[in-house]
Each structure stands twice: as structure tokens, then as C-alpha cells.
């Protein structure tokens, strides 16, 4: 169980923060992933001492031996949530308690400390406050966050660690995908799984990611932007996504998402959407469904959208996929109108622009 309830953070001044005019640059197009914001909140936890020296301070090099449990047993989670800028001009958060509780799951398979989740949400709003000025300035741009957990102690031994680091850092974030298509190409991977039965694939921890690299370059090198991965046991049923979820549209009216069942990771997005799909009264199905029902289905016109779905891309078209015995069209190519009405939706409760029925809005200043 988390301990420590109610930690008090200190808040250290920045020496130089980042000028304006730098900052206005680096805000004019962000990418994903690679500008960084000024702040960072680091928290520590001690086996017999819980969590402590919860702190709000400038973002620097983290200083580490050589022999921390991280770099050699890889104990170490991540989350990836997102700040808006409402219409009203205040900002917001989408659904942080749910990150917060995905985050202790998470935390519970990799032998790790669970953190407080009033801790895990408080710690990203005291960052959106001190970095409000990093939001950038390209249409839906946003303020991506990424808090993550290491595994802190000094030792040689396979045992879970007895001290850990949470950090969170910030950045400004544009569009995702950079192909400009109105939808993305995805390669079926035949070669590798991403998660097996018991193991960690409804974790978020970096050894799932880091085990997509290699059959994500190989989607990249045949001309396609993401690789789904199929089941580790038939290497027949969909799973995911190197990073986001899937939905199927059938021209009968049904939707179908993959079930969770320990080897998908359980995607708030994915459960947004299922959400909203729902509450319209769709016809929606958590169930299995095969690569070659797929392919079959999208040559007979039965399939007529798909769709992924995840914090970073929010909801992105899938117009082609591929494999070693061809490509396949689906739908005429493009988005959807099921996506994009989905997307529409789901983007303007973020936004501020759509009335939020769920309470998934928090809203900061």
C-alpha cells in the first residue's frame, strides 16, 4: 500500500531559467518528444522511511552510480498524460486519477513502491503551474508529462530494490506522427511478440518498449509508421500497437477493440473511447479478433475503418496494413467518419470545447 499520505513539497528557485525568446522557438514547432520544459519534480522513497524529499525544482542531470539497480535490472515504470489549454484559457488535465491508479499497477508487478495517487496528480499540477509559460504555440498543441519510477539503489543482486526516484518532467508537444498522411500505414509484425502470458504486458515499464524497437525499425524501413503485434502464444490474434490500442469499424455497425488480458496494456484512451462509444448506444465488442480475419475483412469492404488510440496520438486513422503477403486498403484509405467523429469528441472534452458528462476534466487555473 502507498505510504506517506499528504507529502509537502519544496519548491527550489530555477537559477537561469529558460528566456522567452529561446523558448518562443523552441514553442514554434515542438515535434514529440525532444524540446523540455524548465522544471522537474523528484520524490524519494526508502525502504523504513517511505516516501520523502518531495521536491519542485529546476530540471538537471540526474547523478547516478554505476551500480543502480536500474541500469542492470531495468525496475523502472513510466506514465504519459497530457496538460490543455481550455478554451476559457485556463489549463487542465484529462483523467489523472486514472493514470495515477494505472501507475500503482504498474508498480505492483515491478516489485516497486506504490505512490499516493492525491500524490501522483498533485505532483503534475505543481509542474503544469511552474511551466504554463512551455505550452506551445502550434494548433493542438499541448503539454506532454511523463512521470516515471526508478529503481535507485546501489547494488549487484536480483532482489527488488529497497529505494526509488519518481520524477516528472514536461514537454511541449505538436503532432506525433510525422508523415502528414491523413492516415498511418501499420506493418504486421510475424517475427515478434510484444508481451506473453504472464509477463509484464499490461505494465507501462520500458522493457515492453524497449522490446518493439527493433520490429518498429523494421516497419519504418518498408514504409510504414507503426508494427502490430500479434499474440506470443498463436501469433494470430491482434494485440496492440508498438504504443496505442486498436478499434475495428464493421459495416454492420459493430465496433471491436481487443480484451484485456494481461498482455495489452489497458489504455485510458481505450477506455474513454469505449466510454463514449457506449453512452451512444454503439454496438461494441471487447473481443478477439485475428490478423487474417483482418486482412479479409478489409479486402471485402466488411471493415470500413481502424483505428489507434493513445495519450500522444489521441485518435489517428489507419488506412493501409501490411504484411509479407501484401497491402490492404481499408475504407478508401483515409479517416473515417467514426473516427473522426471520435476524435472530434473526445479532443473537444479535452479542450474544453465539448461538455465533460464523466468528470474526467481537472481543471488547474
Same mark, same amino acid.
Given at each position: 500500500?502507498?505510504?506517506?499520505?499528504?507529502?509537502?513539497?519544496?519548491?527550489?528557485?530555477?537559477?537561469?531559467?529558460?528566456? =522567452?525568446?529561446?523558448?518562443?522557438?523552441?514553442?514554434?514547432?515542438?515535434?514529440?518528444?525532444?524540446?523540455?520544459?524548465?522544471?522537474?519534480?523528484?520524490?524519494?522513497?526508502?525502504?523504513?522511511?517511505?516516501?520523502?524529499?518531495?521536491?519542485?525544482?529546476?530540471?538537471?542531470?540526474?547523478?547516478?552510480?554505476?551500480?543502480?539497480?536500474?541500469?542492470?535490472?531495468? #525496475?523502472?515504470?513510466?506514465?504519459?498524460? !497530457?496538460?490543455?489549454?481550455?478554451?476559457?484559457?485556463?489549463?487542465?488535465?484529462?483523467?489523472?486519477?486514472?493514470?495515477?491508479?494505472?501507475?500503482?499497477?504498474? &508498480?505492483?508487478?515491478?516489485?516497486?513502491?506504490?505512490?499516493?495517487?492525491?500524490?501522483?496528480?498533485?505532483?503534475?499540477?505543481?509542474?503544469?503551474? &511552474?511551466?504554463?509559460?512551455?505550452?506551445?504555440?502550434?494548433?493542438?498543441? =499541448?503539454?506532454?508529462?511523463?512521470?516515471?519510477?526508478? &529503481?535507485?539503489?546501489?547494488?549487484?543482486?536480483?532482489?527488488?530494490?529497497?529505494?526509488? !526516484?519518481?520524477?516528472?518532467?514536461?514537454?511541449?508537444?505538436?503532432?506525433?506522427?510525422?508523415?502528414?498522411?491523413?492516415?498511418?500505414?501499420?506493418?504486421?509484425?510475424?517475427?515478434?511478440?510484444?508481451?506473453?502470458?504472464?509477463?509484464?504486458?499490461? &505494465?507501462?515499464?520500458?522493457?515492453?518498449?524497449?522490446?518493439?524497437?527493433?520490429?518498429?525499425?523494421?516497419?519504418?524501413?518498408?514504409?510504414?509508421?507503426?508494427?502490430?503485434?500479434?499474440?506470443?502464444?498463436?501469433?494470430?490474434?491482434?494485440?496492440?500497437?508498438?504504443?496505442?490500442?486498436?478499434?475495428?469499424?464493421?459495416?454492420?455497425?459493430?465496433?471491436?477493440?481487443?480484451?484485456?488480458?494481461?498482455?495489452?496494456?489497458?489504455?485510458?484512451?481505450?477506455?474513454?473511447?469505449?466510454?463514449?462509444?457506449?453512452?451512444?448506444?454503439?454496438?461494441?465488442?471487447?473481443?478477439?479478433?485475428?490478423?487474417?480475419?483482418?486482412?479479409?475483412?478489409?479486402?471485402?469492404?466488411?471493415?470500413?475503418?481502424?483505428?489507434?488510440?493513445?495519450?500522444?496520438?489521441?485518435?489517428?486513422?489507419?488506412?493501409?496494413?501490411?504484411?509479407?503477403?501484401?497491402?490492404?486498403?481499408?475504407?478508401?484509405?483515409?479517416?473515417? #467518419?467514426?473516427? #473522426?467523429?471520435?476524435?472530434?469528441?473526445?479532443?473537444?472534452?479535452?479542450?474544453?470545447?465539448?461538455?465533460?458528462?464523466?468528470?474526467?476534466?481537472?481543471?488547474?487555473?
Amino acid at each position: 500500500m502507498p505510504e506517506n499520505q499528504g507529502l509537502t513539497f519544496e519548491r527550489l528557485p530555477h537559477p537561469a531559467p529558460t528566456d =522567452s525568446a529561446q523558448r518562443e522557438q523552441a514553442l514554434a514547432n515542438p515535434g514529440f518528444g525532444s524540446v523540455f520544459s524548465d522544471h522537474m519534480v523528484t520524490i524519494d522513497w526508502e525502504e523504513g522511511k517511505g516516501w520523502h524529499n518531495a521536491t519542485l525544482g529546476p530540471r538537471v542531470p540526474l547523478s547516478l552510480d554505476p551500480a543502480t539497480a536500474v541500469l542492470h535490472y531495468a #525496475q523502472e515504470i513510466f506514465e504519459g498524460l !497530457k496538460a490543455y489549454r481550455q478554451a476559457d484559457g485556463t489549463v487542465a488535465l484529462f483523467r489523472p486519477e486514472a493514470n495515477a491508479a494505472r501507475f500503482n499497477a504498474s &508498480a505492483r508487478r515491478l516489485a516497486m513502491a506504490e505512490l499516493p495517487e492525491e500524490t501522483f496528480v498533485e505532483s503534475v499540477r505543481l509542474l503544469v503551474e &511552474a511551466d504554463r509559460d512551455w505550452f506551445p504555440t502550434v494548433e493542438g498543441g =499541448s503539454l506532454y508529462l511523463r512521470p516515471f519510477m526508478i &529503481a535507485s539503489e546501489a547494488f549487484l543482486g536480483v532482489r527488488p530494490s529497497k529505494k526509488f !526516484k519518481y520524477i516528472v518532467i514536461a514537454s511541449p508537444a505538436g503532432n506525433y506522427f510525422k508523415s502528414g498522411a491523413p492516415a498511418v500505414s501499420i506493418w504486421v509484425s510475424s517475427d515478434y511478440s510484444r508481451a506473453a502470458p504472464g509477463g509484464t504486458g499490461a &505494465a507501462k515499464c520500458g522493457g515492453n518498449y524497449a522490446a518493439s524497437l527493433v520490429p518498429q525499425a523494421e516497419a519504418i524501413a518498408r514504409g510504414h509508421d507503426q508494427v502490430v503485434f500479434l499474440d506470443a502464444e498463436e501469433h494470430k490474434w491482434i494485440e496492440e500497437l508498438g504504443g496505442m490500442n486498436l478499434f475495428f469499424v464493421f459495416d454492420d455497425g459493430r465496433i471491436v477493440t481487443p480484451p484485456l488480458t494481461g498482455t495489452i496494456l489497458p489504455g485510458i484512451t481505450r477506455n474513454s473511447l469505449l466510454t463514449l462509444a457506449r453512452e451512444e448506444g454503439l454496438d461494441v465488442h471487447e473481443e478477439r479478433y485475428s490478423v487474417e480475419q483482418w486482412r479479409a475483412d478489409a479486402a471485402s469492404g466488411k471493415l470500413i475503418e481502424t483505428f489507434a488510440c493513445g495519450t500522444a496520438a489521441v485518435v489517428t486513422p489507419v488506412g493501409k496494413i501490411a504484411d509479407r503477403n501484401g497491402e490492404v486498403l481499408i475504407g478508401s484509405g483515409g479517416p473515417g #467518419q467514426l473516427t #473522426q467523429k471520435f476524435r472530434e469528441k473526445l479532443v473537444g472534452i479535452q479542450r474544453g470545447t465539448v461538455e465533460d458528462k464523466h468528470g474526467w476534466i481537472t481543471k488547474l487555473s
